[in-house]
């Protein structure tokens, strides 16, 4: 089994996982569900702050997998609630205030009960992407550390997922270094290595002989700050950094490779 997906399944207590999805928002109900359905197998209660349309996702890609959301939702082991809704609750002049957010978001985890005697929890949350999305990054970041000050003193779990594209200009160091020390892992949309065979393959024929090298000082570009994150996403940070001037160049043609191994998941590096 991968490492993210064992991760994706038991990220233990104080656990604070993100996924960026904008590439791949197939992926993020994959996941998202992935880590919903594994927790009612353990008799963790489940709370998801996420928007309408992903509820109901989430919701009938749990039913393909055998749950049953509906009988959990009336045993109070998984409750969904609004994410723009839940926000407006405790934000104060556009930033978000502690004292609310504790009241709110501990309201609602009170509301969801383990299984039996079980006493674990796990949140899945978009509130942080909501902010992003108009570009109140400080709000957001902000948030997080409210996030971390209840995961410091409780023992749950956090999935984030924020609608950023690891292709694209946002997905660079300067940008998102707040979101990554906030976090303690970054999670792949895949987690067979499609992504980090799309970059090799496209340094390979753009870079062509400087390729090897170059992959030889990303990995040894470590940055213990920030989340424990995957080597395709690690690389393309890396990219953005330190060869601006080809880095568009190469992450267009990994994305086209990276769809293709999508087709053709079994080409993928992945374990």
Known sequence: MSPWKKLIERPGPHGHLVQLYKADEDALTRNVSQYLWEGLNRGDGLLVIATPQHCELFSRELRTMGADPESAIVNRHLKFVDAQETLSRFMVDGQPHWERFEIVVGEAMSQVRSQGDYKGLRAYGEMVGLLWNVRQFAAAIRLEQFWNRLLGR??????????????????????????????????????????????????????????????????????????????????????????????????????????????????????
């Open 154 to 271: 409780s023992s749950f779990s956090l999935y984030c997922a924020y609608a950023i594209d690891v292709f694209g200009q946002d997905f660079r160091v300067g940008a998102l270094d707040g979101l990554l020390c906030a976090h303690t892992h970054l999670v792949p949309a895949e987690t067979n290595g499609s992504l980090e065979s799309a970059i090799n393959g496209a340094m390979d024929e753009i870079l062509g002989s400087r390729s090897h090298e170059l992959k030889l000082l990303i990995k040894a570009n470590f940055r213990p700050s920030w989340a424990v994150m995957p080597s395709g996403e690690a690389m393309i940070l890396w990219l953005r950094n330190n060869l601006p001037d080809q880095a568009d160049k190469i992450l267009t043609r990994a994305r086209d490779l990276y769809r293709a191994l999508q087709q053709h998941p079994s080409l993928a590096i992945g374990q």
